[in-house]
């Protein structure tokens, strides 16, 4: 690559992409091409711009950050993406590789670890955490096969946002609010929630839900 590295930041916090812009021109051949708040910005900027790196948080107000990564890689394929999210890794790792980013960075990491990231993305390769790579090692050597489990694989990214909050013991009110959703919304995807695990009632599910969080956790 004879020009520099060309990131865009999108993440609708202010204040952590300013950090996060500090630690990538750090670096002597990163630069930041664009920031943009919501997936439409994003998207309309990069109608202009020149970018090679894409870093992406998964919560975007209202948006869903992984719905954008789809998008690149089907429209955008010679942008790389990188999700840097505070959702827990073993939870949205794996959907965050099946939408098409190249690799998964917890927001409570340190600066090294993004670096390391970017680093080996433009390598070609895919980047996890040390033991992200070893949890996923070892579901392929094992492989599970606990009905729950694999139902679980049938949730959208916000049924597992919900699920896992569930499972934290927020109640649907606190969940809502948390997630700058309506109480009725949220009793939608817990309905469907329980529909697709087919689980008979709410007291069944929260209990699934923290077993299952429980179970992410070791």
Same mark, same amino acid.
């Given at each position: 690559?004879?020009?520099?590295v060309?990131f +865009?930041l999108?993440?609708?916090?202010p %204040?952590?992409?300013?950090g996060l812009?500090s630690?990538?021109?750090n670096v002597h051949?990163?630069? #930041?091409?664009?920031?943009a708040?919501?997936?439409?910005?994003a998207?309309?900027?990069?109608? @202009?711009? /020149?970018?090679d790196?894409?870093l992406?948080?998964i $919560?975007?107000?209202?948006? =869903?950050g992984? &719905?954008?990564v789809?998008t690149?890689k089907?429209t955008r394929?010679?942008?790389s993406?990188?999700v840097?999210?505070?959702?827990?890794e073993i939870?949205?790792? $794996?959907?965050? %590789?099946?939408?098409?980013?190249k690799?998964?960075v917890m927001?409570q990491?340190?600066?090294?670890?993004l %670096?390391d990231?970017?680093?080996m #993305?433009l390598?070609?390769?895919?980047?996890?955490?040390?033991?992200?790579?070893e949890?996923?090692l070892?579901t392929?050597l !094992?492989?599970?096969s606990?009905? /729950?489990?694999?139902?679980?694989?049938l949730?959208?990214i916000? &049924?597992? &946002?919900?699920?896992?909050?569930?499972?934290?013991?927020f109640? #649907? $009110? &606190?969940?809502?609010?948390?997630? =700058? !959703? @309506?109480?009725?919304?949220? =009793? #939608?995807?817990?309905? =469907?929630?329980?529909?697709?695990?087919?689980?008979d009632?709410?007291?069944? +599910?929260r209990?699934f839900a923290?077993q299952w969080v429980? $179970?992410? /956790?070791?």
């Amino acid at each position: 690559m004879n020009h520099p590295v060309r990131f +865009l930041l999108v993440d609708d916090h202010p %204040l952590f992409r300013q950090g996060l812009a500090s630690v990538i021109e750090n670096v002597h051949r990163y630069t #930041v091409t664009a920031e943009a708040t919501t997936i439409s910005q994003a998207l309309s900027l990069l109608e @202009s711009i /020149e970018v090679d790196v894409a870093l992406v948080d998964i $919560s975007l107000q209202q948006e =869903n950050g992984l &719905e954008l990564v789809k998008t690149l890689k089907a429209t955008r394929p010679e942008i790389s993406c990188i999700v840097v999210s505070m959702y827990d890794e073993i939870i949205y790792a $794996s959907s965050a %590789l099946k939408a098409g980013a190249k690799g998964y960075v917890m927001k409570q990491e340190a600066a090294s670890s993004l %670096l390391d990231a970017i680093e080996m #993305v433009l390598k070609g390769k895919i980047y996890l955490s040390k033991d992200m790579r070893e949890r996923m090692l070892d579901t392929m050597l !094992l492989q599970d096969s606990k009905k /729950e489990i694999d139902l679980v694989k049938l949730l959208s990214i916000r &049924e597992m &946002e919900v699920l896992q909050l569930l499972g934290q013991g927020f109640g #649907v $009110s &606190e969940i809502a609010h948390n997630l =700058n !959703l @309506s109480v009725k919304t949220i =009793n #939608v995807y817990r309905d =469907n929630i329980r529909r697709k695990l087919s689980i008979d009632d709410a007291g069944s +599910l929260r209990r699934f839900a923290i077993q299952w969080v429980t $179970s992410n /956790e070791r």
